[in-house]
């Protein structure tokens, strides 16, 4: 019974005994704030004429502007557990006070100093309470349980207000208050008796909620004394409906004046009842269904909704104008809808809203948006009230209707200012910094001093940064500068140095690099000074052509190298030489030497000589060819080369050749018309989401629509392209995300009938991690749709796996992408995060048997579970046969056959005969 109740309530096994604690705490603080608001309200009207409210609003912002100075010095000075205690004893305190005052004073203004005191000592515990709790939870699980916690409110009120009509001719208004001291003392108890120190920092890791913030001059207004935008405009928010409330109370108050008589019992019953009511109305709501709104409409939008419906009446008053006798019951009504909206919607998102602040800025925001825009609104209602009914005798229905209309719309169009601000708030929350420099002023004189120094650093990279930025400035001594680099100890800088004398065909530098050629002891460097000697030296071509024989096979290679990078035909027919006796060598090694020399100059006159090397018996010679012919992008040979990795099997040298060829390669008749094999599918997509282009995108887009069995692989190559898809894929890629969804929920259903049998646990392990890749899939896909930077971050930080930003995450995606799709994703991420936290909660639906969900995985996949899950579900078959397993599945399999499922069944076959 208790599990199904958290279950009901969308509680976790871990959570359940600190949430049903501060709900302990919150009704019998419920009960003492009921009853003081009773027996204030009961008093004040009974004896005093309804104008007397206006000056209680303004004598209560008054005390509440104290409150508030006072509080803030003890948030910061104590633990957030303590302060509690605090407020609670002094509020129970304050009010035996007033009831010793009222019992044995008679003091004219002591009523209404109750009436205002009622509205201190609320907002104090509702302060302390709420600052509380929200650093003891993260934002997402403050979104299930904000409601569940402050739902003790409810019956406590409600019970409270039923039991006034039953006290009051009994022990009388004045001794109501007794019941508020006694609720008082038995909250602070149970605070005193449960230790919340283990969740206090509500996984921030924090010792202490305290933090300082340096007030710089540039600060803006906001940031002074709001600290930032999400707070004022929740400020601004709550202060609209502060004022919207007090408006809305005090003409029902009228109301009521006129109707009843001034007889305490009678208006004591009435004022009990009618709240009570509307506490009934709300527990429903509240237990149930408030959680599980916020999750489906979002924070922000569940704003909306009381000015909306607040609106719609406000609407039906305006247009019944004077055919409404009374207006108590439609304002009733107003009010009903205002408590109960508040208690189990606004309340709720108001205090998830601050969940992304670091914890300190969290109850500051606390203070200010509730403790600060009270005052304010009180103020300015009871000013504009006095000064009102000294010209008028009450409130004009007409006028009270009108200014409603007006604040509530400028109340709903503040909505969207939260909205806003929240995701700005999460994205800076949750956002990498990067470090940018200043800009490097090559032309400065002294800027140059600094890198010609540094070009004869002993760091490699530090010279040749330096070397690299000189020359790209005009360096007058540049080559000066790099010829004496020829000469350091470093053989990435004499690497680099050749590379600039090449590159500028600097001829001046021959007699240096012949002399470093033959003194230079470094064999590694040999190459490179050969290459550029062969290359510049265009004077001794037959000397060369002599020479190359007697090279060795790093040095002849780089010789032959140099001799194509002149582009000279006397030079070109010598290396055809060179390169045909390579071709008809029997040594393996000669033959790669020409592959390589083909690959470093990229030419493309050697397309015989490939076709030669693709036919080749050595793996390692026709796999180098393979690759070859996509470095020097060889169209001719595409076809060929394919049918050759195929019929060979050399897959991964293919797939390094289709990436050489570049984008332009899914522009060849050969791919756009499907004149490729229908084996190489997977491997096209696979390259394309490697490629940057619109001819493999285009590809991609074409196998989205056609190739319904690879949509994951080419969802995730869209991916890997920062695509961005037209109008047609969007709608392709909402149905696939729709079904994927879909299967993913199907696969956690499965996971959680299958948790509790622990002879399938390879199965449970199997389900899980397919439920993330599916997770990291929907991710992806998208991205392609939504705001991918966002969306990737979001990735990002899930895989990351720090639980606090995670949070902050995932609450961030629920306003970028669509709520139907967020409902979804969240279910199975907090599914995830149930696993790793061991607290899955088995659904008390009809048990679904381990047998019953492999013969599914077997015969039907639903899930479209892939193949290495459905081999591991057929390797489970054998420990299920004590429970009569139906052998016959192993007969058939869902899709299409493979070797690993093929294996597996033959294994499972061979052990159960």
């Not at 009773?38 to 509440?64: D, E, N, Q, R």
């Not at 190298?561 to 000279?568: K, S």
Request: proline fraction near 3%; charge should be neutral.
């Amino acid at each position: 019974m208790y599990k199904r109740i958290n279950l009901l309530l969308n509680i976790k096994p871990s959570e359940a005994r600190l949430v049903g604690h501060l709900f302990l705490v919150q009704y019998f603080m419920g009960v003492a704030t009921a009853f003081l608001f009773t027996s204030s309200l009961t008093l004040i009207l009974s004896s005093y004429p309804v104008s007397v409210f206006p000056k209680i609003y303004i004598l209560a912002a008054v005390l509440l502007f104290v409150a508030n100075l006072i509080y803030a010095r003890l948030e910061a000075r104590m633990s957030s557990k303590k302060l509690l205690q605090v407020i609670t004893v002094f509020s129970a305190t304050s009010v035996w006070l007033y009831w010793l005052c009222l019992t044995f004073f008679t003091i004219e203004w002591m009523p209404p100093l109750l009436g205002a005191w009622n509205m201190v000592v609320y907002m104090l515990v509702g302060y302390a309470f709420w600052g509380m709790t929200a650093i003891m939870f993260n934002v997402r699980e403050s979104k299930r349980l904000f409601s569940i916690v402050g739902a003790g409110d409810i019956p406590a009120k409600m019970l409270g207000y039923f039991s006034v009509t039953a006290l009051v001719p009994l022990i009388g208004v004045v001794n109501l208050l007794w019941v508020s001291v006694v609720a008082f003392g038995v909250a602070y108890v149970l605070l005193r008796r449960f230790s919340y120190e283990d969740k206090e920092d509500g996984g921030h890791g924090m010792t202490h909620h305290v933090a300082v913030h340096p007030k710089h001059k540039s600060q803006s207004i906001i940031e002074r004394y709001f600290h930032n935008r999400l707070i004022f405009n929740i400020a601004l928010w709550s202060l609209l409906a502060y004022i919207i409330y007090a408006i809305i109370d005090f003409t029902f108050l009228e109301e009521i004046k006129l109707k009843y008589s001034a007889n305490d019992h009678e208006l004591a019953t009435f004022i009990a009842v009618f709240f009570a009511l509307g506490r009934l109305i709300a527990i429903g709501i509240k237990l149930v269904f408030s959680s599980r709104v916020i999750a489906r409409l979002g924070v922000a939008n569940c704003l909306l909704i009381a000015p909306l419906l607040l609106l719609a009446i406000n609407g039906f008053i305006i247009i019944s104008g004077e055919g409404l006798s009374t207006h108590l019951y439609v304002f009733g009504v107003m009010v009903l809808l205002s408590e109960i909206l508040r208690s189990t919607l606004q309340e709720p998102v108001f205090f998830v809203l601050f969940q992304p602040l670091h914890p300190h800025s969290r109850l500051k925001g606390h203070l200010i948006a509730k403790g600060y825009t009270l005052p304010f609104a009180l103020l300015g209602v009871g000013i504009f009230l006095t000064v009102y009914l000294q010209y008028h005798s009450g409130l004009d229905i007409t006028l009270v209707s009108r200014l409603l209309f007006v604040l509530l719309l400028v109340w709903a169009a503040s909505v969207f200012l939260i909205r806003k601000s929240y995701m700005r708030t999460l994205i800076n929350v949750i956002k990498r910094g990067y470090f940018t420099g200043s800009e490097l002023f090559l032309n400065d004189e002294s800027v140059t001093d600094v890198l010609v120094k540094k070009a004869s650093s002993k760091k490699p990279q530090k010279a040749i940064h330096a070397l690299h930025l000189l020359e790209r400035s005009g360096y007058k001594d540049i080559n000066t500068l790099l010829f004496g680099q020829l000469h350091s100890k470093s053989c990435e800088v004499k690497e680099y140095v050749v590379s600039r004398i090449m590159e500028n065909r600097l001829t001046e530098a021959l007699p240096l690099l012949k002399n470093r050629l033959h003194a230079d002891s470094d064999p590694s460097i040999k190459p490179h000074l050969m290459k550029a000697i062969y290359y510049l030296d265009t004077q001794n071509l037959a000397s060369q052509s002599a020479s190359i024989e007697d090279l060795d096979k790093a040095c002849k290679k780089a010789a032959i190298v140099g001799l194509l990078y002149r582009n000279q035909v006397e030079a070109d027919t010598v290396v055809a030489e060179e390169m045909l006796k390579m071709v008809n060598s029997r040594n393996e090694e000669d033959k790669l030497v020409a592959i390589e020399i083909i690959i470093e100059t990229r030419r493309s006159d050697f397309e015989q000589v490939l076709e030669t090397f693709l036919q080749d018996e050595a793996p390692a010679v026709y796999k180098k060819a393979i690759e070859a012919v996509g470095e020097v992008k060889d169209f001719a040979l595409l076809e060929q080369t394919v049918q050759v990795a195929l019929d060979k099997k050399a897959l991964l040298p293919l797939q390094k050749a289709l990436l050489h060829f570049g984008d332009t390669v899914f522009a060849t008749a050969y791919i756009q018309n499907k004149l490729y094999p229908e084996a190489i599918t997977s491997l096209l997509i696979k390259v394309a989401g490697k490629m940057r282009g619109g001819y493999s995108i285009a590809f991609l887009e074409r196998m989205l629509k056609e190739e319904i069995n690879f949509t994951a692989a080419v969802v995730d190559a869209l991916w890997q392209q920062k695509a961005i898809v037209s109008a047609e894929s969007q709608l392709l890629l909402r149905r696939w995300i729709q079904v994927k969804l879909d299967q993913s929920l199907l696969k956690a259903t499965y996971y959680l009938h299958l948790v509790s049998v622990e002879v399938v646990k390879p199965l449970q392990d199997a389900v899980c991690s397919e439920i993330h890749q599916d997770i990291q899939m929907l991710f992806k896909s998208l991205s392609l749709l939504y705001d991918r930077p966002q969306i990737e971050r979001v990735m990002e930080l899930y895989n990351v796996g720090d639980p606090s930003k995670v949070y902050n995450a995932i609450e961030m995606l629920e306003l970028i992408i669509p709520q139907k799709y967020f409902n979804g994703i969240n279910t199975l991420i907090e599914l995830e995060q149930d696993i790793c936290k061991n607290q899955v909660v088995v659904p008390h639906t009809k048990e679904m048997p381990a047998s019953a969900i492999i013969e599914e995985i077997l015969l039907e996949n639903k899930a479209g579970f892939n193949s290495w899950t459905m081999s591991v579900a057929c390797y489970m078959i054998p420990r299920l046969q004590e429970k009569k397993f139906p052998r016959h599945i192993l007969d058939k399999k869902a899709g299409k056959v493979d070797n690993l499922f093929e294996e597996t069944r033959e294994y499972v076959l061979s052990m159960l005969n």
